[in-house]
């Protein structure tokens, strides 16, 4: 069971991240009409922290180490919430943009955060446990 669950996490986060991309452009067509110079710059790390996570959960196995996966993924939720907030700054203050225009684009932008960290907390909950010879149990 653990190792569909595994395998499940490995993909979805795979497969968001990939969307993510291939829905820069959206994302890019919005933050064209924003005032705020630097939005751009947490955009691009969010989807290339999210591609990193993906290629190298991809790669992952049970036994495998899981700290580079959970630091790309905090990496992510870290830009992709700066991101969202100066987005969400910028329809408070600009007159180009409304949230309607961008809802869609937001939750996305939300769910795209939720399965980056859910789904590394669950590759974690999956992960196999190393069994060392020299560990004594105890009785």
Excluded: W
């Excluded at 499940?8 to 064209?32: D, M, P």
């Excluded at 905090?74 to 943009?97: D, Q, R």
Aim: glycine fraction near 4%.
């Amino acid at each position: 069971m653990k190792e569909k669950l595994f395998h499940f996490f490995k993909y979805s986060i795979f497969a968001v991240a990939l969307l993510q991309l291939a829905l820069s452009q959206i994302h890019i067509s919005v933050i064209t009409k924003v005032f705020a110079t630097h939005i751009g710059f947490y955009l691009f790390l969010f989807i290339l922290f999210g591609l990193v996570l993906a290629f190298n959960v991809v790669t992952l196995k049970r036994k495998s180490n899981m700290l580079p996966a959970v630091l790309f993924s905090i990496a992510a939720l870290v830009s992709g919430y700066i991101y969202l907030k100066i987005l969400y700054t910028s329809i408070g203050t600009s007159k180009v943009l409304v949230f309607d225009d961008v809802l869609v684009l937001v939750l996305f932008s939300v769910l795209s955060l939720l399965v980056y960290v859910v789904h590394s907390l669950g590759l974690l909950f999956c992960k196999e446990e190393s069994k060392n010879k020299h560990d004594v149990a105890v009785k």
